[in-house]
């Protein structure tokens, strides 16, 4: 077995792994899956994905063929985000799941990445528990569209013990809190600190669909444009007294 970048000769392989991965683990129709197969790992896309110096594409071989790969992305200064990690169904319970795994997150240790997110779809158990053996913890959850339908994605991401999670917002390094929320109409806001001493707060995180939501304006009401999650006001507005 070996992990390795791809090769011009490896595209055929990756595409048809992630088919069969897909088709093994997600309630997905075959139109569906065929239009994913197609929007994300035709050969422009590959090429793209291969040349792109903040995209890591890794591919596991065994018996002289792609039998695995992993799409990672780096998003900010110190964090990424793995995309897909696909087993060819045939070569599961080996183990190549975890070690490519790892083997991911030591190259984008390489690059200075500190701080890995994980996505799947949510009605791939499998794949959901596969991340919290990795020690992330579920933070968030996104649609996703495939096909013209839309399917929610869990978001996985390193959480350290006090409950912080490193992002990058527009170039800045800030310091979303796990345990400080603020409850929304749809999934809680998560306080944003600008520093791990949680003195100064940077704004609001929307756990739905992972977007930075603007500060709670006078009334207390945050308001996420992304998905439309809310916090309703907590005070009266003195002029409609």
Request: aromatic letters at 8%.
């Amino acid at each position: 077995m070996e992990i390795r970048e791809p090769r011009t000769r490896d595209r055929p392989a990756i595409r048809d792994v992630a088919r069969r991965s897909l088709e093994a683990s997600y309630s997905l129709g075959p139109r569906a899956i065929t239009s994913a197969i197609e929007e994300w790992y035709d050969e422009n896309r590959l090429r793209e994905i291969v040349s792109d110096d903040e995209r890591l594409l890794l591919v596991v071989e065994a018996d002289t063929q792609v039998v695995g790969f992993s799409e990672s992305v780096v998003t900010g200064e110190a964090t990424a985000q793995l995309l897909w990690l696909h087993i060819d169904p045939d070569y599961r319970g080996e183990n190549y799941g975890q070690q490519l795994f790892d083997t991911t997150r030591d190259h984008l240790e390489g690059q200075g990445i500190d701080t890995l997110q994980g996505r799947v779809l949510a009605d791939n158990q499998a794949g959901n528990a596969f991340y919290e053996a990795q020690g992330l913890t579920k933070v968030g959850e996104e649609a996703v569209d495939i096909d013209g339908t839309s399917y929610a994605e869990h978001v996985y991401a390193d959480v350290d013990e006090d409950g912080l999670e490193a992002v990058d917002i527009d170039g800045e390094t800030v310091y979303v809190s796990h345990s400080s929320t603020e409850t929304g109409s749809i999934a809680p806001f998560h306080v944003i600190y600008t520093e791990p001493d949680r003195e100064d707060i940077y704004g609001y995180w929307c756990s739905r669909c992972e977007d930075f939501a603007n500060a709670m304006d006078a009334m207390g009401r945050i308001q996420c444009d992304g998905c439309g999650n809310a916090r309703k006001p907590t005070r009266w507005d003195s002029a409609y007294l």
